[in-house]
């Protein structure tokens, strides 16, 4: 059983490992004397500084006093629930890709990012989506075999196989519809992969 005078001697044994680990790092820091100077350590102090209130005393408030900048500075948006550097960092990713993919492909673009620049200047071809209209669509519902609704003329119900298909839809278009397929890492053996369906 414990008591609350053995809990005291634990918590003050804990304090003073800290204090001796801390000051073995200070100490170990302070000899060394390396710090980065670089553009990128630097920018990133201040981005440390600007996160943190330091009006706050750490003993009253510490989360605010490290956090309370960053929190000040960073409303969340009225189309999402929370707000976090990683949703920030994805936001300009997302930012620097469109940037890219709208600049004109270049000779010394490889094959796959030129490939990515048209394919996706392609979603905003409107005069040629326009003048093909729905026949993509169509054509990709004839070569699964047809669909009553829109296509009369193509649809045979006895040949019809909803099995084969479905498999078309996963293989080919790599759609999931009721079944999703996934090669996942095997939690047995990590070196491995299994194939693994979800409904």
Known sequence: MINESTNQI???????????????????????????????????GQYLLSSMNQTIDPCDDFYQFACGGWISSHQIQKDKQTINNFMILEEKLEEIVKKELNKEVNPRD????????????????????????VKPLLDMLNSIGGWPIVSHTNYIEENYSWQKALAKIIGVFNLNLILGIDVIPNRDDSKTHIIHVSI
């Open 10 to 44: 634990a918590v003050s044994h804990h304090f003073k490992y800290l204090k001796k680990l801390l000051s073995f790092i200070f100490q170990r820091a302070a000899n060394e004397n390396k710090t980065c100077e670089s553009g990128a350590c630097k920018n990133f």
């Open 110 to 133: 490889s094959k796959s990012v030129a490939f990515v620049k048209q394919y996706y200047k392609s979603c905003f071809d409107e005069e040629t989506l326009e003048n093909r209209g």
